[in-house]
């Protein structure tokens, strides 16, 4: 067998394992090129090629290149693992690029388990709500960061203080706040008969914004209380921007931006100075 045979052999075995890590994703619109999964491929590839030339040996008879291979092998092997243990190639937007086909995983084992425990099925709801969230997030800063918007601070809560257990009831922290899901049940206290605009940071997920398509009336869910908010003009294709008492909500749809992995993104701001965006799917009746 010759060497070429060889080589060309751990490159396909490199390339379909690199492949192949992406196949416990929970969607297509999850994938993305991730740094660290090539680094770990490639570490993957040179172990490959230091064990199947230990067990070939006998069919590869020059040392000197048998050695050659050993060695390259083995510095491949080092210089992934430094790369992927240090990140030092790693940039926001790539490390973000790596973190949602990361929490896509998590997604999906979190949703197809076969779970009977209500103490751990509805910890595996709560994990499936955060990494979607955090996935449509992720895509809008993806968006934001590459594009040169990179802001110097964000909000952040009041520095802890002592108090009782009701004080921490009663305690908001607005920096985690953040629109949740609603039912169209939900929708409906606030929403008249009609048709509907929504935005969903995933297709498998309910809405955060329900909107009344034609008229000027919108809903979220913040922090458990059904919030109606309004626009400033007939809401449609087109999006709108909702305000409520110290918040805004935009729609925008992305247009030449759109892809297969969302066509508009929501950027939601409260006064107090906390705003959070994300990607994801608008569409109007």
Excluded at 129 to 136: N, S, V
Excluded at 197 to 213: G, M, Y
Aim: net charge negative.
């Amino acid at each position: 067998m010759s060497y070429i045979r060889f080589g060309l052999m751990i490159l396909t075995s490199t390339v379909v394992m690199f492949i192949l890590m992406y196949l416990n994703t929970y969607a297509w619109e999850h994938l993305f090129f991730s740094e660290t999964r090539t680094y770990m491929a490639l570490m993957m590839g040179a172990t490959m090629a230091v064990i199947m030339l230990a067990y070939m040996l006998g069919m590869y008879s020059n040392m000197k290149l048998n050695i050659a291979i050993f060695v390259g092998a083995a510095v491949v092997f080092a210089l992934m693992l430094w790369l992927v243990r240090g990140q030092a190639t790693v940039s926001g937007p790539s490390y973000m690029r790596a973190m949602i086909p990361h929490h896509s995983i998590a997604v999906m084992t979190s949703e197809r388990a076969q779970i009977r425990d209500p103490r751990v099925a509805k910890l595996a709801h709560e994990i499936i709500l955060a990494q979607r969230r955090e996935i449509a997030e992720m895509r809008y800063l993806i968006a934001e960061v590459s594009a040169g918007n990179v802001v110097e601070s964000v909000y952040e809560d009041p520095l802890p203080e002592v108090g009782t257990i009701g004080d921490a009831l009663s305690n908001v922290l607005v920096s985690t706040l953040d629109p949740s899901p609603l039912v169209e049940a939900e929708a409906d206290q606030v929403l008249g008969d009609g048709p509907r605009c929504v935005f969903n940071r995933s297709p498998e997920t309910d809405p955060i914004l329900w909107a009344s398509a034609g008229g000027n009336a919108g809903v979220i869910k913040l922090n458990g209380v059904i919030v109606p908010m309004e626009a400033g003009a007939a809401v449609g294709p087109d999006g709108a921007t909702f305000v409520a008492d110290g918040a805004t909500a935009t729609v925008r749809p992305l247009g030449a931006e759109a892809d297969w992995r969302s066509d508009a993104e929501l950027v939601f701001e409260l006064e107090r100075g906390l705003q959070v965006g994300y990607r994801g799917f608008y569409t109007c009746e």
